[in-house]
């Protein structure tokens, strides 16, 4: 990364970055671990366990910048990129760590070493400190011991790695803790063992139908949609259309743009694809209406039919089942929102299309 | 508009309803803890026959800081309207939609009249 001390517009403005992370290497954690912590971690074996070995840095050719001190932060960060207040996380993956006892200690550590070695360091430098989720009771403590110091902002939690969903009353006396002392809370994936072994089974432990309604067909339709698009399906097959069902739309927009910026990073692990994925999407991929999202503001609903387009949206209901949207649902907005040409092809003629129909 | 004779007050007892349609329009009548109300047979979601749904109670809770305990309880027994399409709830005696305070089901003044029910539109 080569970061320019040229003029910037930002220089005239006061700007937070909330999101910068450390790779604090395990040994020099080690120094704020107590025995037989300190020893057991300058051992780890969670670190390589299974789907977090990814190639992230493309073989090599994409640079791995850390932030090992901070005159390093404060030069890369805070004058590379005119940022004022970098609000700093130490990014330790502690979900991953399986004994829950070395987890909260390790907790503390990093939490000690951001302020012994960041935050203690520069005026500008604030910092969320991270918790253990293996034991909110800890948790809660740690918010409590930390909160007396001045350059802790708020409370990062990994929730990927989670073992439970984060809205679980078990979570109440970490949530309590930190809304005593005014520390909020941000919440941060990950995409290594964590997403591919933690996450998965925090599913088991919701316990509301609503909670799996709402996310089962969106997140099983947009693994099938980058699946499908990191390995070419549509390339290879062109005259295949895609309908995704029982989604709505809401979900694609985020998909559209994420897709493309990806391709753009890591073209070489999508190979097949001759176009932008976002061109895949709005020339073989469709969606059904149903389930109509209920923006307070229609108009929101609006702006997002326009960016997936009236040419991809199909018209559903669902019935029977009990979620299922009266047709009127979506074509009120078409009445008042689109003109008659329009209208006609969200209600037939794309469906004609999508699947080749004979009518 | 105008006046309309739904039923015989005696067709209507405590805990009945009936749906009348009254100039184009569909129009529920509930006599509910000794008192009448008359809604429009149309839910303010997708519009279905919310005036034919179930009358039921609704989970309600409580959260006490100080203890760290969520309270949960199932309260107004009988008094919630539950639109057999997907499910939005009214209160009977107000008409409020509990998912979105501001909507209510539209509804038209009845009264018992010389043993009649009558609906004014
Ligand atoms: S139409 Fe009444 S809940 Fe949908």
């Known amino acids: 990364m080569s970061t320019q001390t040229n003029r910037s517009p930002l220089t005239e403005n006061t700007v937070v970055d909330v999101d910068v992370h450390l790779r604090i290497p395990l040994d020099d954690l080690a120094e704020y671990c107590d025995e037989p912590y300190r020893s057991t971690i300058k051992h780890p074996t969670y670190t390589a366990v299974n789907r977090s070995g990814w190639d992230r840095y493309m073989g090599g050719n994409i640079q791995k910048e850390s932030l090992p001190d901070a005159d390093t932060l404060y030069e890369k960060v805070c004058d590379g990129f005119d940022i004022d207040y970098p609000l700093i996380n130490a990014f330790p993956v502690l979900a991953s760590v399986p004994e829950d ?19 203690d360091e520069y005026d500008e430098f604030r910092g969320l400190l991270s918790v253990a989720t293996q034991d909110p009771e800890a948790a809660a403590e740690e918010i409590e011991r930390m909160s007396s110091e ?26 309590r803790a930190a809304a005593d002392h005014d520390l909020h809370i941000a919440f941060h994936a990950s995409a290594g063992a964590p997403f591919a072994r933690d996450f998965p089974i925090q599913d088991n432990a919701i316990n509301r139908f609503m909670t799996t309604h709402v996310l089962a067909h969106p997140w099983a339709h947009m ?44 073209r070489r692990e999508a190979p097949l694809l001759e176009k932008s994925p976002e061109e895949y999407i709005r020339e073989q991929f469709y969606f059904a209406s149903q389930p109509m999202g209920e923006p307070n503001d ?19 209901t669902d019935y029977p089942h009990w979620d299922f949207d009266h047709p009127d649902a979506l074509d009120r907005h078409l009445r008042q929102f689109y003109p ?20 | 508009m105008g006046e309309h004779v739904v039923a015989a007050a005696s067709e209507l007892q405590e805990g009945d309803r009936l749906v009348a349609e009254l100039a184009g329009r569909e129009v529920a009548v509930f006599r509910f803890d000794g008192e009448l109300y008359a809604y429009l047979n149309w839910c303010a979601h997708q519009g279905g026959p919310v005036c034919e749904g179930a009358l039921t109670g609704t989970y309600e809770a409580t959260y006490d800081r100080e203890a760290n305990e969520v309270s949960l309880s199932w309260n107004r027994e009988g008094e919630v309207l539950m ?29 018992e009249r010389n043993g009649d029910v009558v609906v004014t539109l």
């Not at chain 1, 409370?155 to 009353?169: C, E």
């Not at chain 1, 309908?243 to 910026?261: D, H, I, Q």
């Not at chain 1, 997002?304 to 559903?316: H, N, P």
Request: proline share 6%; with cysteine.
């Open chain 1, 101 to 119: 006892d070395r987890a909260v200690h390790m907790m503390r550590a990093y939490n000690d070493y951001l302020l012994d070695n960041y935050l």
């Open chain 1, 340 to 359: 008659e040409e329009t209208r006609e092809g969200v209600l037939a003629d794309n469906a004609v299309e999508a699947f080749d129909l004979s009518l």
């Open chain 2, 83 to 111: 639109c057999p399409w997907h499910g939005w709830e009214y209160d009977l005696p107000s008409g409020e939609c509990l998912s979105q305070r501001s909507t209510r089901l539209p509804s038209y003044p009845v009264e």
């Open chain 1, 223 to 266: 693994l099938t949609m980058t699946s499908l698009l990191v390995n070419g399906t549509p390339e290879k097959f062109p005259d295949l259309n895609f309908t995704f069902l029982e989604a709505g739309l809401s979900w694609v927009p985020y998909m559209l743009f994420r897709l493309n910026k990806e391709y753009g990073m890591r």
């Open chain 1, 150 to 175: 001045e350059k802790i902002e708020g409370v990062y939690v990994l929730n990927s790695g989670a073992h439970l969903p984060l809205g679980h009353p078990d979570f109440d006396v970490m949530y």
């Open chain 1, 298 to 316: 229609p108009q929101h609903l609006k702006d997002i039919i326009d960016i997936v387009g009236t040419d991809s949206l199909l018209l559903a």
